[in-house]
């Protein structure tokens, strides 16, 4: 049966992730806490891995309700907006500036305290559910570069959930030809529509720590991916082969609670995902 076998929440968009547990997920589909800060320059627009390799060197290695903390080359930085906002947004901006050589702001989604919640900013404006993979294609694509590190391939598509139990790009089948229409599917008990195969940029051709990109990856990949694609993967949605992972949205449709009311939903590492019987083609 398949599994949910690891949740990742990337708080700093761009930046790694941190693994939890068990997440609640919002209104909007999205994970709680996931992309709700971004890096953001003067021009706002984000500094992130599509515009800016450094971010590549820039760790986070503590997140929670009173703060974060980001390390780098210039040592750590600890951020408490709870405690003393306004002199923690001076010393950032500092450390930040002194990073990446212009002026850095980190800034949270302002709705990030406002129900029914924060839908962050994800990479998909209209797909703002979590993103899936499975372990199988993960191993597949590794096996493509030589054996790369399974964990390296990992974060370098930045999924949120990764399952296991299934073949590799067993996801492909959780979206359909006509791209309004989604696949029904479970995981434990929360309901999603499977919509898109994730299209990809010039992020997962890096190396995540170091920026370093291997030759040709993109070109690679799309000859391997275009070569295995299943059977069961709709081609017409490959408009390119650099596509991997799925992208979702939250079935509100199918939610068992009063539409004045938002449940509590709850995703568990351990959970089993299911196709709804009417999501079979």
Same mark, same amino acid.
């Given at each position: 049966?398949?599994?949910?076998? %690891?949740?990742?929440i990337?708080?700093v968009k761009? @930046?790694?992730?941190?693994?939890?547990?068990?997440?609640?997920?919002?209104?909007s589909?999205?994970? +709680?806490?996931?992309?709700?800060?971004a890096?953001?320059?003067?021009?706002?627009?984000? /500094?992130?891995?599509?515009?800016?390799?450094?971010?590549?060197?820039?760790? @986070?290695?503590?997140?929670?309700k009173?703060?974060?903390?980001?390390?780098?080359?210039?040592? +750590?930085?600890?951020?408490d907006?709870?405690?003393?906002p306004?002199? =923690?947004?001076? /010393?950032?901006e =500092?450390?930040?500036?002194? $990073? $990446?050589?212009?002026?850095?702001?980190l800034?949270?989604?302002p709705?990030?305290?406002?129900?029914?919640g924060?839908?962050?900013?994800?990479?998909?404006? +209209?797909?703002?559910?979590?993103t899936?993979?499975? =372990?199988?294609?993960?191993k597949?694509? =590794?096996?493509?570069?030589?054996?790369l590190?399974y964990?390296?391939?990992? @974060?370098?598509?930045?999924?949120n959930?990764?399952?296991d139990?299934?073949?590799a $790009?067993?996801?492909?089948?959780?979206?359909?030809?006509?791209?309004?229409?989604?696949?029904?599917?479970t995981?434990?008990r929360?309901?999603?529509?499977g919509?898109?195969?994730?299209?990809?940029c010039?992020?997962?051709? %890096?190396?995540?720590?170091?920026?370093?990109?291997?030759a040709?990856?993109?070109k690679?990949?799309?000859?391997e %991916?275009?070569?295995?694609?299943?059977?069961?993967?709709e081609?017409?949605r490959?408009?390119h082969?650099?596509?991997?992972?799925?992208?979702?949205?939250?079935?509100?449709?199918?939610?068992?609670?009063?539409?004045?009311?938002?449940?509590? @939903?709850?995703?568990?590492?351990?959970?089993?995902?299911a196709?709804?019987?009417?999501g079979?083609r």
């Amino acid at each position: 049966m398949p599994r949910l076998s %690891r949740i990742a929440i990337y708080p700093v968009k761009s @930046l790694n992730p941190i693994y939890v547990d068990e997440v609640k997920v919002l209104e909007s589909g999205a994970l +709680e806490n996931d992309r709700c800060f971004a890096l953001w320059d003067e021009q706002n627009k984000f /500094v992130n891995g599509k515009r800016e390799p450094k971010v590549h060197h820039l760790r @986070l290695t503590q997140f929670g309700k009173e703060g974060l903390t980001l390390d780098s080359h210039l040592g +750590e930085l600890v951020v408490d907006w709870v405690e003393d906002p306004e002199i =923690s947004d001076v /010393v950032t901006e =500092s450390y930040l500036k002194e $990073f $990446f050589g212009y002026r850095v702001t980190l800034y949270p989604n302002p709705a990030v305290a406002e129900p029914p919640g924060n839908p962050g900013f994800p990479d998909d404006l +209209e797909l703002g559910g979590p993103t899936l993979v499975s =372990s199988a294609s993960l191993k597949t694509v =590794s096996d493509w570069f030589g054996g790369l590190p399974y964990e390296e391939t990992w @974060l370098r598509f930045r999924a949120n959930l990764e399952i296991d139990d299934v073949p590799a $790009f067993w996801e492909d089948q959780l979206y359909t030809a006509d791209r309004e229409q989604g696949i029904p599917f479970t995981i434990g008990r929360i309901p999603f529509l499977g919509m898109n195969p994730c299209a990809r940029c010039v992020v997962p051709t %890096r190396h995540p720590e170091t920026g370093e990109t291997i030759a040709g990856f993109a070109k690679t990949f799309r000859t391997e %991916r275009e070569r295995t694609l299943p059977e069961w993967a709709e081609r017409e949605r490959f408009d390119h082969y650099f596509r991997l992972a799925l992208n979702t949205i939250l079935n509100t449709d199918e939610l068992m609670a009063p539409t004045t009311i938002y449940p509590q @939903l709850i995703l568990k590492v351990g959970d089993e995902i299911a196709i709804t019987p009417h999501g079979d083609r």
